[in-house]
């Protein structure tokens, strides 16, 4: 893999998807992103540094990196397409599993770490990235290296060659990348745990993976989970200063 440029497909071009495609192509990298509709339905406004739009089946051709950032429920579902990749590709998984949204999965339920059954359902080592950042504070609040509290994201991953792209493309999208540990360790980092969405700067986000009790995040990610439903069904939509509400949720829940 090239030092400066890296050859990047990002699966998924929503919330998250897109400030990726717009950040990481800005940083000079050659990126592709693919939704499952098509390329031409893809919002061009996050082109305009370069990323091209393409087919999922094109997505996942000739990349060092492919970032994938759809639904949890739909992980097993592009296991074919992963296949098509380099055994060496890095793949990034931005993914969450929140039950009422996707579906009970019961190995997750019965206490499997969730980054650890994508894993198992892509048959491919994966790092886990961004998953810990609320949309709204991924978009709005990237700075540089060094700016006072700098609001930093966890990072795990098996294979240190992933875990330090994964870690270089972090911080090239404006955000300190803080190493989470393994795998199957990365329920520090989920729904619950005293990390997610919580806009923790760099020390305050080590001090948090160290505090993360696994017994309560369940209760911790539903409870959460409950009270954002019931903002979201009560004006019909997130409205004006979710993000910053939702951190502050989070931070009164999960801290
Ligand atoms: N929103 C947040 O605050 C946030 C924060 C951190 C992490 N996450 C996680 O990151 C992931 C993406 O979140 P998001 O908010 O960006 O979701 P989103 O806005 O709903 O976008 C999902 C994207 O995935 C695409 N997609 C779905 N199934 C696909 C498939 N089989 N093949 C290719 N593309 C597919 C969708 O394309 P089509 O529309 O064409 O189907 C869409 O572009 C989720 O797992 C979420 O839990 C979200």
Redesign the pocket.
Known sequence: MEASHIKIGI????????TLTRRLSEAGHQVKV?????PE??DPGMLVAGAVAVT?DDVVVDVDVLIT????N?MP??AP?VARTSPDTTIID?????PHRDGHIPAIDDGQVESVWVSEQLGRPIAKA???????S?AGKASSPGSPGRIAIPIAADRDGDRSVAMRLVEETGFDAVDAGEIADSWRQHPGAPTY?TDLTRDELRAALASAEKDRIPRRRDLSMAVVGERVSGDGGKGDGF?DW?VQLNRAIYL
Do not use: V
């Open positions: 699966l998924g071009a929503g919330f998250i998807g897109a693919a939704n499952s509709r098509g339905t893809i999922a950032s759809i639904p949890f739909r579902g592009i397409l931005t993914s969450n599993y929140y961004w998953n810990a950042i609320p949309a709204e991924f969405c993000g939702l």
